[in-house]
């Protein structure tokens, strides 16, 4: 599976392992960034928008991803929109909503269905190589303006949620409070910080 790919990766190349030289920290860097970027094609491909469509088979496909145009996406009604965790992807993440729902035979993606009809995406991004500020940037770019978004994330997806919901404060207040950035640097503010 996917994790085991991960996993798999990163023991046969033993990337605890010290490198002494500055020439050879760089070629471990290198390396790393490549495997990365190796370990993202192959889980995620192309970082774009999906919508999620009804699948080739039922039983065994019920879901699949179809890349989609923002000009495409309907903003009549809000955007469902699903964003997966580190190192995995849409299918990683949440395939189990609609693979028999938990035993429930597909009940609460066929819910989800009724709600959003077709205006169920994905967002497949990159996680080892990009920041979450990078993917919300991306992302920012291939939504339609005026769209309203309800997200369902999944661990570091979360992260990238947050920045999102940040990013629409507009004048009502900054997206991020001197407390919020005191939390970065490590320190706690005073009343008189």
Not at 75 to 95: C, D, K, M, Q, V
Not at 116 to 129: C, S
Not at 172 to 181: L, V
Request: aromatic fraction near 6%.
């Amino acid at each position: 599976g996917e994790d085991g790919l991960l996993i798999e990766s990163l023991r046969v190349l033993d990337l605890k392992s010290p490198l002494s030289s500055a020439a050879g920290k760089k070629a471990g860097e290198f390396a790393a960034r490549e495997i990365a970027e190796k370990i993202e094609e192959q889980l995620v491909g192309p970082e774009i928008l999906y919508r999620l469509v009804e699948g080739d088979e039922p039983e065994t496909d019920p879901v699949k991803l179809e890349a989609v145009d923002p000009a495409e996406i309907s903003t009549s009604e809000p955007i469902l929109l699903f964003i997966h965790g580190t190192a995995s992807s849409t299918r990683g993440s949440f395939s189990d909503l609609w693979m028999n729902s938990g035993g429930g035979n597909g009940t609460i993606w066929q819910d989800l269905q009724k709600k959003y009809n077709t205006n169920i995406f994905a967002l497949e991004h990159r996680t080892l190589t990009h920041s979450p500020i990078d993917n919300v940037v991306d992302l920012m770019g291939k939504l339609p303006a005026g769209c309203r978004l309800h997200l369902v994330s999944h661990s570091r997806g979360g992260l990238v949620g947050e920045l999102l919901c940040r990013a629409q404060f507009n004048n009502a207040r900054e997206p991020f409070s001197k407390e919020d950035i005191a939390l970065f640097d490590g320190r706690t503010l005073t009343a008189s910080s």
